[in-house]
């Protein structure tokens, strides 16, 4: 099982500079992905909550450049509180600039204040995800008209076109995020849930889809000897209830490249 890593995006406070030098940790010590979480306009502070201080497709393409290997990651990006077109263009740039390593995780979101607050439309947000995914994949083939519910294209150059294609990752344990994802994703990502509900989504996930995405899921370990021990057996666990990856996010910028070093030993050991 791979081990990945989700990066503390949950503070304005955090130096750019962190970003880079936890993404070189990570890819040093072997993780296979980094992500960021987002969120655009929450109704209330960034923190436990809320993550996505710094936008994290830019961010990704400043971690691009100072690392050769670790896939770069969203978990997850409320695609329905954007303009496709432009996560799209973001996106193909990103994994241009990376050499490929461009992986993109959305969901759909579920704070209506923040949708609210940008002026998009809430009560549509799955149906709209999952046009948006059809059309994101559609630009990057650059295939020409688009016709959609929601978005209608009759002409028009999409470029840079990705060398190969961009892994499009749906998070979510819901009906309809595991019904997206049996349909449309090249992987799946789960959050807060322990090697039995994976397992059960893993089964959900089979029985909806001729193909089984990649499948993962999120555990957080923010320090504590005997709670190490608790989230690597639960890591342990996952592994053997299926999980291809287990994301770990690690707690605030401070002491993270320690605890990563710490974890990833432990996991191994």
Not at 5 to 14: M, Q, T
Not at 86 to 107: I, Y
């Amino acid at each position: 099982m791979d081990l990945e890593v989700v990066l503390p995006d949950e503070s304005p406070d955090i130096a750019p500079e962190a970003f880079v030098e936890l993404a070189q940790t990570a890819e040093r010590l072997g993780y296979c992905t980094l992500y960021l979480p987002d969120h655009l306009l929450p109704p209330a502070p960034y923190g436990a909550t809320y993550g996505g201080v710094y936008e994290p497709l830019m961010t990704l393409a400043h971690i691009a450049a100072r690392t050769s290997t670790i896939r770069l990651g969203t978990s997850v990006l409320v695609l329905p509180l954007r303009s496709p077109f432009v996560v799209a263009k973001q996106v193909a740039t990103l994994d241009r600039l990376s050499g490929g390593r461009a992986l993109l995780g959305v969901g759909v979101g579920w704070d209506r204040a923040e949708f609210a607050a940008v002026g998009a439309d809430f009560a549509t947000r799955g149906a709209r995800t999952d046009e948006d995914i059809a059309l994101l994949r559609h630009l990057f083939r650059d295939a020409g008209a688009f016709h959609g519910r929601f978005h209608h294209v009759e002409q028009g150059v999409f470029a840079p076109v990705p060398e190969g294609p961009v892994p499009i990752m749906v998070g979510g344990t819901s009906a309809a995020a595991l019904r997206r994802a049996a349909a449309v994703a090249d992987e799946w990502q789960g959050f807060a849930i322990d090697a039995a509900g994976f397992a059960r989504c893993a089964a959900r996930l089979r029985e909806l889809g001729e193909r089984t995405p990649r499948l993962g899921t999120r555990l957080a370990w923010s320090g504590g000897g005997d709670e190490l021990q608790r989230t690597v057996e639960e890591a342990h666990a996952l592994a053997e209830a299926g999980a291809d990856a287990v994301a770990v996010w690690f707690g605030g910028a401070d002491g993270a490249a320690d605890r990563m070093a710490e974890f990833a030993a432990a996991f191994r050991s």
